[in-house]
Every structure is written in C-alpha cells, then in structure tokens.
T-cell receptor
Framework: QQQVKQSPQSLIVQKGGISIINCAYE??????FPWYQQFPGKGPALLIA?????SEKKEGRFTISFNKSAKQFSLHIMDSQPGDSATYFC???????????FGDGTTLTVKP | ETGVTQTPRHLVMGMTNKKSLKCEQH?????MYWYKQSAKKPLELMFV???????ENNSVPSRFSPECPNSSHLFLHLHTLQPEDSALYLC???????????????FGPGTRLTVT
C-alpha cells in the first residue's frame, strides 16, 4: 500500500502561472511533510516543509497548504518561471522513526 | 566541501566487476541512507544507517553490500550486478530520529551507474 500518493505525474504551466502539486497520505502518525526539488542529473534538494499544526507555510514564491482532516497537502508555486522546471517530490515523515516516505514525483515544465 | 558528496559521479561497470560507491556528509548528521532512483520510478529506499548501525534493509539483493565505518562515511559495494541495476544511486543524511531530530534528509548529487 502506497502511503503517500502524489498527483499529477506531470504538469505543464505557462510562465507567470500557478503550479499546484498535490499529495495525500494515509497514516496519521506522519508528523512532518517536506517537499523536494530535483533538477536533471542532481540529487533532490529540500525546498520547504511543514508540520501538521500549521495550515499554511510560505517561503518566497513557494507555499505549502496543509489540510489535516483530509490528510492532504499541496505545493503551490506562484509566478512560475522556466527555471522552476524540475521534478518535485513530497514526503511524509514519522518523527520517532526519522524515515521519509516519498511520493512518486511530479515533473513540472514551465513554458516561456 | 559542504553538504553531502558522492563519488564517483558516473560509473560504467561490467556484470563481473566489483566497484564501490562512496558518500561523505559534512553536516554532523548521525543517520545515512542509500536510495535507488530509476527512470520514471519513485525513489526506492535501500539501506538506512543510524549511529553507524544498519537499521533498515529493504529486501535489497545481496549483490549490493553497504558499509558505514563512521557517521560521516557510507559506502555501497557492488558486485556481479545486472543491467537492471543501472540507475542513479543517491546518498542522503539526516539528524537521525527522536525528539531533537531535524528529520529532513539532505541528498548528495548521486552516482549515475551503468551496468553493461
């Protein structure tokens, strides 16, 4: 059973538009939710993260929205730029185990 | 050097070769991980070391053998690999587990492995 489901698999957005990537999780024991950005040929890099006691976290053009009751969280990229074109992974972590469970990834293409 | 480094960045090996991948973290973390990333597939966790002790082994074939001599270094020894083992192998580190943990994993750039 996949514990973290990510959608869409791929996304194409025009420059200046809003990119939205969604993740849903099953286990309510998860208590930390990071997002990673990966460019081709590079390792994933931590982008932004949120704890379930917060409904929204914003860092620059990147915002995480968190819905604890629905067990869903999403990444919003405002004013998307071609340089944002990458693969994005959501993850969910058990604090006690320190183990990350990753979504399958979303390939974002921002067209100029 | 900062963050997590991996060597080599690219490796081509035959099925009968023996090679090793190296990972070094400069973040003072106490947990290290090996992941396999194949094209169009999710990240696959292979091994987890916490305080130099292997705490997880996700049914990885024995042709992959990890080694963690100290909290800063992690190796993945490879022998008699198969073509389907060709992938990007990623190392990551984190501040372990427990209340004081930072939880996020920091990844190295990966080793692109091709098995011929």
């Amino acid at each position: 059973q996949q514990q973290v489901k990510q959608s869409p698999q791929s996304l194409i957005v025009q420059k200046g538009g809003i990119s939205i990537i969604n993740c849903a999780y099953e286990n309510t024991a998860f208590d930390y939710f990071p997002w990673y950005q990966q460019f081709p040929g590079k390792g994933p890099a931590l982008l932004i993260a949120i704890r379930p006691d917060v409904s929204e976290k914003k860092e620059g053009r990147f915002t995480i929205s968190f819905n604890k009751s629905a067990k869903q969280f999403s990444l919003h990229i405002m004013d998307s730029q071609p340089g944002d074109s990458a693969t994005y992974f959501c993850a969910a972590i058990f604090s006690n185990a320190g183990k990350s469970t990753f979504g399958d990834g979303t390939t974002l293409t921002v067209k100029p | 050097e900062t963050g997590v480094t991996q060597t080599p960045r690219h490796l081509v090996m035959g099925m009968t070769n023996k090679k090793s991948l190296k990972c070094e973290q400069h973040l003072g973390h106490n947990a290290m991980y090996w992941y396999k990333q194949s094209a169009k597939k999710p990240l696959e966790l292979m091994f987890v070391y916490s305080l130099e002790e292997r705490v997880e082994n996700n049914s990885v074939p024995s042709r992959f053998s990890p080694e963690c001599p100290n909290s800063s270094h992690l190796f993945l020894h490879l022998h008699t690999l198969q073509p389907e083992d060709s992938a990007l192998y990623l190392c990551a580190s984190s501040q372990g587990s427990g209340v004081a943990s930072s939880y996020e994993q920091y990844f190295g750039p990966g080793t692109r492995l091709t098995v011929t």
